[in-house]
């Protein structure tokens, strides 16, 4: 079969998976939600599957990935017989969160209220917010996410129906994180699709933190996507734990938009998945504004994570900073792309981007494609990437102090690692992150730690 | 600022230097392009089979192809029926010296500066000058006979070398490996055509410069160098066009093939007409360079200066197919006005132990936009590949645009990898500390640029880098702030 022909195959078959089942859909979702609907959809038709030709997808090619996909969808929540409380256990027991659950991207209706938000805080399920609070979804939802230039983004569009919906109002600091775990489950091969929103009004402080697993073995296919809002003033962290099992497919997308004097983080750490794909979109909308950018890819075995970023620079006087590592082991590969765009009228800009990577293996492959565009003069940008081994000289220089060659290599590559995992701005986290990263590094978590499956042999 | 402006009103003013036309009689065929001109072309210049098949087998390939639209730049479409294919200065007949030569045409190269004459002989440069199409003149052809080198403009090589043509032609750029390498392959007129035998090396530098000069013809040159074991040679390659109005596509194609210890170095100063200070007009530069470095300790350097054209999209490229072969990539791109250019290398490690270097220096100014794309390839089996890329932009003014995109894709862990980039724009504390110390804004911006280029127009030959500084001068220093 050809290429074209396969993608026009799968274009279709997602086409008319919508139309068959577009009043499931809609049955009960917010009018916000199923109006944005139908014009996505159309929009996925227009852009088609992207595979290897499309520039944004070129090291991840999904139409390969789709191609033989025939997952189970879930249209309607479906209870669970067993507390997911009690079957899953945070793996960061002294984390003290204002923890959510979803299964299969529906909010868990066994979640407990949540007693420790301050006053106004909302989080709750988005299908019941946009029935809740119809004007502020409005006022938000599909604002950032443009179905029109990411054929990820019109398929989450066209299918989305729950997710997490986190309001935070004007000058309220929520002091502890808001952790979202979202849990695949189920029988057999299953396909979900989350869609959350998150706001955050002026002077607001909160941090949020999405860890993604898998319960059983099975083959699932995530489409995740997170559209922020961030106010003026406003100081936001996202933190993303993907910890699934390597049969699964990850495609998670985050778009932000920051206004006036704002400061975000973003982190994500993949640990482990069968194909991550991570889609990173922050545009600063106001002056003064700061984005930070952070990721971490620890892969083995057939892996792959692919991180694709794009800051859009819009006025004057902002700073962005990206820094992405990827550590690849065996036959894995890997992917960055990240794209600067400095705009005419974004003068006294700083952008700064990083991507540094090490190759354990001869078999291992990485591909990186840092980029800039930038329209204005009255700017310090610069981006750097590399490709390398364990420096050899430091290693002779640790073993010729008596460390053994193993644990060497170990103090060097936790030592690379760690640049990105110092900047998680949650302490507790922060000490877990670097436990579980040099566990990982180890081989000791050679399963999703967690998992009660024994999936990997 | 209102300094800044006047100077760059200044430059933005400056008239195109070298714009004018020679009255020629051409032999012209007509607008259009199907099989029957390329066998028309091809029989005109008397070609024997392989020659038409390869033409052909492009063009049918071509013609399934479809104009690629992945770089940064903004193509009107191009109407390829609207082409004159092929245009000959009329052959009076065999040329023996100078006296012979149309003196109007030696007046054109005089306007451009071409070493041709007598005196020019001191610079040690032999020139195969190529008017449009076919190569009229060549000198020190009998100096280089001596040694073996074969220098001739290559419809003169396909009649009396057609095996070594035949061999080497397509080795490096495939006649069916991009829409305009097809395009290029179906219909060029003619070109250069060098072979340096075992163990020689070229005792002066090659040259030729290539010159647009009738209406409306597209022009379609190869060039075509091969370098046999453990020789060496220096090429340059230089353009200057006329002034036009309409849109001039030139898709041209060089291969270099490096044997065994052998090491080519190829020069560019390309100043093709860039269109006037409103956009209008200005040649299309769509060009395939690639070198093959196919020997072992075999070494290409690219070293370009690319100051004109109203679009520029070329990817001087090296492929490294043996073990401890050395490729470096040097560039200064300078784009103007409405300028166009989307420019940069390709770098593929197949051997091992094989080295490259990237060093790129973009200039934009006016309303134009200047981008690097390159690309670094390590292949699995290429142990020890080492790469080094830098790509500096400078931008002056805040109407232009400075791009980079850069891809690296590695394969091999024993591979190190490099790549850096930075933009930035003439600093004020640079001009302040200059003008301290007596120098004029408009001196300090000229020797910072001409200092922030130095790194690359180092590389070039002598009488190229006193060329390339003043096309530098010309395009930008002393008018902008």
């Known amino acids: ?457 | 600022m209102e300094d800044q402006n006047k100077l760059l009103d200044k430059v933005t003013k400056s008239e195109y230097q070298y714009g004018f036309v020679t009255n020629i009689d051409s032999d012209t065929l007509g607008k259009g392009l199907n099989e029957d001109v390329i066998r028309w072309i091809s029989a005109k210049k008397k070609e024997p089979q392989f020659m038409l098949d390869f033409r052909l087998k492009a063009y049918r390939k071509w013609l399934e192809m479809e104009m690629p639209d992945w770089a940064y730049l903004k193509i009107p479409e191009i109407d390829y029926q609207d082409i004159i294919y092929y245009s000959a200065p009329k052959k009076k007949k065999e040329l023996q010296s100078l006296d012979e030569v149309d003196p109007e045409l030696l007046s054109t190269f005089e306007k451009l500066g071409i070493p041709l004459e007598e005196q020019k002989l001191l610079a040690g440069v032999a020139v195969d000058a190529v008017m449009d199409s076919v190569s009229v003149k060549t000198t020190f052809k009998e100096t280089l006979a001596e040694k073996g080198i074969i220098f001739s403009s290559f419809s003169e090589a396909v009649q009396e070398h057609p095996d070594l043509v035949q061999k080497y032609l397509g080795m490096s750029v495939p006649s069916t490996d991009n829409y305009f390498a097809a395009l290029n392959a179906a219909v060029f007129s003619d070109g250069s055509f060098v072979y340096i035998p075992k163990g020689v090396r070229c005792p002066m530098e090659l040259s030729t410069y290539f010159r647009i000069n009738a209406a409306n013809t597209g022009q379609f040159e190869r060039t075509l160098i091969v370098a046999d074991d453990d020789s060496y040679v220096s090429y340059l390659e230089g353009c200057t066009a006329p002034m036009r109005d309409e849109n001039q596509l030139h898709a041209a194609v060089v291969e270099i093939i490096a044997l065994d210890r052998a090491e080519v170095k190829y020069s560019t100063v390309q100043n093709w007409y860039p269109g006037d200070e409103n956009g209008k007009g200005g040649i299309y530069n769509f060009v395939t360079k690639r070198g093959l470095c196919k020997g072992e300790s075999s070494k290409i350097f690219w070293n370009q200066v690319e100051t004109g054209s109203a679009i520029t999209w070329k990817y001087p490229s090296c492929i490294l197919l043996g073990d401890n072969s050395v490729a470096e990539f040097n560039s200064v791109a300078v784009t103007n006005n409405y300028q166009q250019a989307d420019t940069g290398t390709k770098m593929v490690h197949i051997g091992k132990n094989t080295k490259s270097t990237i060093v790129s220096k973009g200039i934009s100014a006016g309303k134009s936009d200047n981008s690097y794309r390159g690309l670094v390839r390590v292949a699995p089996k290429a142990e020890n590949a080492r790469n080094f890329s830098q790509c500096d932009s400078l931008l002056l003014g805040d109407t232009c645009g400075a791009h980079t995109f850069p891809y690296i894709e590695v394969s091999n862990n024993s591979s190190v990898v490099e790549h850096e980039a930075t933009t930035s724009k003439i600093g004020e504390d640079q001009i302040f500390y200059c003008n301290q110390r007596g120098i004029s804004t408009q001196d300090a911006v000229g020797m910072i640029v001409n200092g922030y280029a130095r790194e690359v127009i180092n590389k070039l030959p002598m009488e190229f880098a006193v060329e390339a500084q003043k096309l530098l001068q010309i395009s930008l220093e002393g008018s902008v702030g």
């Open chain 1, 1 to 457: 079969m050809t290429e074209a022909k396969r993608n026009q195959e799968i274009n279709q078959r997602l086409a008319n998976l919508f139309e068959s089942n577009v009043h499931l859909l809609e049955d009960g979702a917010g009018g916000v939600l199923n109006d944005a609907r139908k014009p996505a959809i159309e929009a996925f038709r227009k852009q088609g599957i992207p595979d290897f030709k499309t520039e944004n997808y070129k090291y991840t090619n999904l139409a390969k990935i789709f191609a033989n996909e025939n997952h189970r969808r879930v249209f309607a929540y479906e209870e669970s017989n067993v507390n997911l409380h009690e079957l899953f256990q945070c793996d960061v027991p002294e984390l003290d969160t204002n923890l959510v659950m979803l299964t299969n991207g529906w909010y868990y209706s066994g979640n407990e209220q949540l007693t420790e938000l301050p006053e106004g805080v909302v989080v709750t399920s988005l299908r019941k917010a946009a029935v809740e609070y119809p004007e502020l979804v409005e006022k938000y939802y599909g604002k950032m996410a443009d179905p029109e230039k990411d054929p990820l983004t019109a398929l989450n569009t066209a299918f989305a129906q729950d997710g997490v919906f986190i309001y935070v109002p004007r000058s309220v600091v929520v002091e502890k994180p808001i952790q979202i775990i979202d849990l695949m489950r189920g029988g057999e091969n299953t396909y979900a699709t989350q869609r959350n929103l998150v706001i955050a009004e002026e002077n607001s402080q909160v941090k949020v933190i999405f860890c993604d697993h898998t319960l059983d073995p099975q083959d699932y296919m995530v489409n995740n996507l997170t559209e922020a809002h961030v106010g003026e003033n406003a100081v936001v962290d996202f933190y993303n734990l993907q910890n699934q099992h390597n049969k699964a497919v990850n495609l998670t997308g985050l778009y932000i938009r920051q206004e006036r004097n704002s400061n975000v983080l973003t982190n994500t750490l993949s640990l482990h998945g069968g194909i991550v794909r991570n889609n990173l979109n922050v545009l600063i909308d106001g002056e003064h504004a700061e984005a930070n950018l952070y990721g971490l890819a620890l892969t083995d075995k057939s892996q792959h994570v692919d991180n694709f970023t794009f800051v859009e620079h819009a006025h004057p006087d902002c700073q962005s900073n990206q820094l992405f590592k990827n550590v690849l082991d065996d036959q894995s590969t890997g992917g960055f792309t990240g794209r600067i765009h400095v705009g005419r009228g974004a003068h006294g800009t700083l952008a700064y981007q990083r991507n540094n990577n090490v190759l354990l293996t001869g078999t291992a492959k990485m591909n990186t494609k840092p980029q800039l565009v930038i329209d204005n003069d009255d700017v310090k940008c610069s981006h750097g990437a590399t490709v390398g081994r364990i420096d050899e000289e430091a290693l002779f220089y640790l073993k010729s102090r008596g460390i053994a060659e193993r644990e060497a290599r170990l103090m060097l590559m936790y030592a690379f690692a760690h640049e990105v995992l110092q900047e998680v701005r949650v302490e507790k986290l922060g000490e877990r992150i670097d436990e579980l990263v040099n566990k990982r590094l180890r081989g000791e978590v050679s399963k999703c730690h967690s998992c009660v499956m024994d999936c990997e042999s």
